[in-house]
């Protein structure tokens, strides 16, 4: 498997990749941005919350029927209008700020919007890598798209607060031309995004999408995953808030607990750097099984030290090793899912992902409150090895080689399924 030398000779993918970080750190900025603004207009810890709850609303509610658009029409089409409709959202705070109008109803509305936006895109962006990128590639690309998600998340607080301590509009016209600029690399691509034609006359919306989601439930492979991706982010989420949230109790200063996360940033960007040689050197269904046991003595370290220089450590290992786990397997899930159901097997895998996310604060809380630090940990930690056997007992999983022993790609559904006899 080629490295990220050999990406660079994919212009198509230079090209998305370069307007989707550029677009991602506008993102990051206005969602560092909204609880602020919020709050300076309400006073309301509440209000300030909204916006981000209703971002993560539009993104879930989207994911699902985007799937089925990016399966059935052109995916650079699909991706240009949630670019534009991000622009516009985002413009409109300009102007309402600028003139003084604005109200927590607008904000919350472009805070969905934009998340409506977003759920859009992805299932399209998915299926549009798999076109422009060669299958031994692929792991490699997903790994980059990792590191610009931790670039991203590294950079986009201290810009967002540096441009709101200029002026309350400036964060979100940043966000407007990062959109821009997507919109315009997006129109350079050259690959046709079209989806796959049918030879049969198109179906009810409705029949197409189950069809997605049957091809995901009765397969193992994908099934052990809808049933393991959650849980495990549900787990790993809350050792990280847990973690935080004790460093608050113990009076650790602000600027502390944002060098945790600043570490856990820069190890995200290294193990995306790492994770191609790694999923290139370890069978994918073993790195994964690896992956979801690695936070288990990683968190052990947090039931004794509450300090910042052990949640560092402790939670930046874990973060470091991510990125080659979920490009491994991911791309695995995209090279063995026939063209015409990328986008809804991509669809429903990440709306599934998302299912208990909200749930992570309330776990971490209500664990620290009831039991204590220690205690809330060790909870955790059994939990997250409970999680970890999922993929361990499962040979669909824990079967599959490295990338270079991959199956040859199935072309159509009836060649998947005269595979799984």
Not at 232 to 244: D, Q, R
Request: proline share 7%; glycine share 8%; aromatic share 8%.
């Amino acid at each position: 498997m080629r490295g990220f030398r050999g990406l660079t000779h994919q212009r198509d993918f230079t090209l998305l990749w370069v307007g989707e970080t550029i677009s991602e750190l506008g993102s990051r900025v206005s969602m560092f941005v909204f609880p602020l603004i919020a709050y300076a207009q309400t006073h309301s810890t509440l209000a300030a919350g909204l916006a981000e709850t209703a971002n993560l609303l539009g993104v879930a509610a989207m994911l699902l029927p985007a799937g089925v658009l990016a399966d059935r029409f052109d995916r650079c089409r699909i991706m240009r209008w949630a670019s534009a409709a991000g622009l516009i959202l985002y413009l409109s705070l300009v102007v309402a700020i600028g003139l003084h109008r604005l109200t927590l109803v607008h904000l919350v509305a472009v805070a969905l919007g934009t998340g409506l936006a977003a759920g859009a895109f992805s299932p399209a962006e998915v299926s549009a890598v798999r076109s422009v990128v060669p299958t031994d590639l692929l792991p490699t690309a997903l790994a980059q798209n990792q590191a610009r998600q931790h670039v991203a998340s590294l950079v986009g607080g201290p810009i967002g607060g540096a441009l709101y301590g200029l002026t309350r509009w400036m964060p979100f016209a940043a966000d407007a031309v990062s959109y821009a600029v997507s919109w315009v690399l997006l129109g350079r691509i050259r690959t046709d995004l079209t989806a796959p034609v049918h030879a049969e006359p198109r179906r009810r919306v409705r029949t197409e999408f189950a069809e997605g989601v049957r091809f995901a439930v009765e397969r193992p492979f994908f099934r052990v995953l809808l049933v393991w991706a959650p849980l495990l982010n549900l787990t790993i989420n809350a050792i990280s808030f847990t973690a935080v949230l004790r460093l608050i109790q113990a009076g650790r200063s602000p600027v502390q607990i944002g060098l945790v996360e600043t570490a856990a940033g820069i190890c995200g960007i290294a193990g995306a750097i790492c994770a191609p040689r790694v999923v290139n050197a370890v069978p994918t269904g073993l790195l994964t099984v690896l992956v979801g046991w690695s936070w288990v003595p990683l968190a052990v370290p947090l039931m004794f030290f509450n300090t910042p220089l052990a949640a560092a450590v402790s939670l930046s290992v874990g973060i470091f090793l991510n990125p080659a786990g979920n490009s491994g397997i991911g791309a695995y899930r995209l090279h063995i899912t026939p063209p015409e159901l990328v986008g809804r097997v991509q669809s429903v895998s990440q709306f599934v992902s998302y299912l208990l996310l909200p749930l992570y604060p309330v776990v971490a809380g209500l664990a620290l409150h009831r039991l204590g630090g220690p205690q809330a940990i060790a909870l955790l930690i059994v939990l997250t090895a409970g999680v970890a056997f999922i993929p361990t007992l499962s040979h669909a999983v824990r079967s599959v080689p490295r990338p270079v022993e991959w199956p040859p790609t199935a072309r159509t559904t009836k060649e998947v399924a005269a595979s799984d006899r």
